[in-house]
């Protein structure tokens, strides 16, 4: 059991979902209730990361993060490290390839909550942020907790972006489902058999534990 | 028991813009009482009534309210929503859903303390006569029982105007019957003034004080119900009043007397022909009530007052009441009163057969612009 490569899953997978939650928040309210030119360009370029293959994505990410391209030079000015093949690579990689899963599902949850629920918080006497606290926000609160989900089981098990980004250096960019990889190129697969159980687990209660998060409601919708 | 500022607040309206909804309304509505903005859909009404509320800024005009300027395009201000203290009850009623009708009205007492908050919520509800369902989401609420929570919410945060969109349309009549009594009841409590939006003449003649007409976004005329259901301003607000009796006629001078030209009859009208100029076109509008059926064989009261001659078109039998519409030769429009059934057999009337009516002199209204003939058009 390769737990180093645990702990680097998991701290990408929090990592993802704790830096995409408020750009997901953003992003995806503002699709939702807004009308601006050029929303279907937005849209699609949010979704695209669903329908490349990973090793694309992870190719163009990895092309882009070299430290003569303008990315990967600002990032080298800013932290004086470049980003491929280092924790940071794979967390902005990981970020970029989450975007759908994080932005979607909100983004449709804003979407059925109708626009004179707002109008009527403002004229109840709710400043902007009140509403978005107390009213938007717990009816999105499902949308959220999918989001969240998705992104952060899409992290545990991403793999061909990783790979292309990251490399798998023991400690910073191997993940779990990267040394399950090379376990079985090793033909340890007892091994490989051992953190395949354990991604399935953290996955499993993952998702349980947001989806009974979820249906802790006590209303329905009228 | 909470209750609602005593402040006189005259609330006067004055929006104008061409596009992209055509405004033109000029209205005000005092302390106490009710205006009701009537008109088909596409008038205007729900955008003025956002308008006032804050939520839509039209491109020139005033808002002001108790000598407060709420809007006023010319310097640029335009109070948010939150600072205008509306109550708004919405059309669907916008309750929010994952709040129970406490929570729902406890919203509108935000700057209170929250034990306070939830005394005086529970005391509105109350009031709505709703304090056994308070802890019930708006998911478990009847429609009149969820009218009843907007209302509260609305009325809690002591409000300096109420707005009502179309208040009633969502219950079925039953509930609409009650809620409306209720409404005319919280009346007599609350000295602020009153906007209801509704497209039920019925309704709006009911319940309010004044009507203002609109149509296309403009503000026709404002009156009392009664007053503008006989005596509109223009044909258009005859035809948005759903008014039938509406035709045409000439001036004309006959034995030394101004009449009124109608086909071939010369009508006697008790008001406004001598302002009017000879040979001048006008609009006219008769109420059904004014119409008299002659019987026959035998004279009946007001038989020499503008007799004339027309044949049955349709009849409609409703209960006790039955709808005649009779037809003439020099028009196509047709004339429609109702009368008690059993009188509408006792004289015969049935579909074809010749008849003839009194138009009361003084009922015969003359509204001095021509129809433009687009708007005939429209509603022919």
């Not at chain 2, 009911?206 to 503000?219: K, N, T, Y």
Request: overall charge positive; aromatic content about 6%.
């Amino acid at each position: 059991m390769d737990w180093t490569a645990l702990s680097v899953s998991l701290r990408l997978a929090a990592f993802t979902c704790l830096l995409l939650l408020p750009v997901g928040l953003w992003l995806g309210r503002t699709l939702a209730t807004t009308r601006f030119r050029g929303k279907p360009l937005c849209e699609a370029l949010i979704a695209l990361p669903l329908v490349m293959p990973p090793t694309v994505l992870g190719f163009y990410l990895m092309q882009s993060f070299g430290v003569d391209t303008p990315v990967g030079g600002l990032w080298q000015r800013l932290f004086g490290s470049g980003l491929n093949f280092t924790f940071s690579g794979i967390l902005l990689a990981s970020l970029v390839a989450n975007l759908p899963f994080a932005v979607q599902p909100i983004q449709r949850a804003f979407e059925t909550v109708p626009a004179n629920l707002r109008e009527a918080a403002w004229c109840s006497g709710l400043s902007p942020w009140q509403t978005f606290l107390r009213i938007e926000l717990p009816l999105v609160w499902p949308g959220i907790i999918s989001a969240l989900a998705l992104t952060f089981a899409h992290t545990l098990g991403e793999f061909g972006v990783i790979l292309m980004v990251g490399g798998a250096i023991d400690g910073e960019t191997r993940t779990l489902a990267i040394a399950i990889y090379d376990r079985v190129q090793a033909f340890d697969e007892a091994g490989a058999g051992i953190m395949s159980a354990m991604l399935l687990l953290v996955s499993f209660l993952t998702i349980g534990v947001v989806y009974g998060l979820a249906g802790r409601r006590r209303w329905r919708r009228a | 028991m909470p209750e609602l500022s005593e402040l006189p607040s005259r609330l006067s309206v004055r929006l104008h813009q061409s596009g992209p909804i055509p405004l033109d309304a000029d209205f005000h509505c005092e302390a106490g009482e009710l205006l009701a903005l009537v008109g088909p859909s596409g008038s205007g009404k729900t955008t003025l009534l956002r308008a006032i509320a804050g939520l839509y800024r039209p491109a020139s005009g005033r808002i002001d309210c108790g000598g407060e300027a709420w809007f006023d395009a010319g310097q640029r201000l335009s109070l948010s929503p939150q600072r205008r203290r509306v109550g708004l009850v919405f059309q669907d009623y916008a309750l929010f859903p994952h709040l129970t009708a406490l929570g729902n009205v406890m919203v509108a007492l935000d700057p209170l303390p929250p034990q306070e908050r939830r005394e005086q919520a529970m005391a509105w509800l109350a009031r709505v006569r709703l304090d056994g369902l308070a802890d019930r989401h708006p998911g478990q609420l009847s429609g009149g029982q969820r009218q009843r929570v907007a209302l509260a919410r609305a009325l809690a945060r002591n409000p300096r105007v109420l707005l009502l969109d179309e208040p009633f349309s969502a219950v079925d009549q039953v509930t609409r019957r009650r809620l409306q009594r209720e409404l005319a009841m919280l009346r007599e409590q609350i000295r602020i003034p009153i906007v209801l939006v509704t497209h039920d003449l019925d309704e709006a003649a009911a319940l309010a004080d004044r009507l203002c007409v609109l149509h296309g976004g403009r503000s026709l005329q404002a009156g009392p119900p009664e007053a503008l259901f006989r005596r509109p301003a223009s044909a258009e607000v005859a035809r948005v009043l759903d008014r039938q009796n509406l035709f045409e006629g000439e001036v004309v001078e006959e034995g030394g007397a101004r009449r009124l030209a109608w086909g071939a009859w010369r009508l006697e009208v008790a008001e406004g022909l001598a302002a009017l100029p000879l040979g001048a076109r006008v609009s006219w509008y008769l109420p059904p009530s004014d119409v008299v059926l002659h019987r026959r064989g035998r004279p009946s009261q007001g038989e020499r007052e503008n007799p004339v001659q027309a044949r049955v078109e349709t009849l409609v039998v409703l209960g006790g009441v039955t709808a005649v519409t009779l037809a003439f030769d020099h028009t196509e429009r047709t004339l429609s009163f109702e009368i008690a059934t059993h009188a509408a057999r006792r004289n015969g009337l049935a579909r074809g057969e010749p008849v003839q009516v009194s138009l009361l002199a003084t009922g015969i209204h003359l509204m001095g612009a021509e129809t433009p003939p687009d708007m005939t058009r429209m509603t022919r």
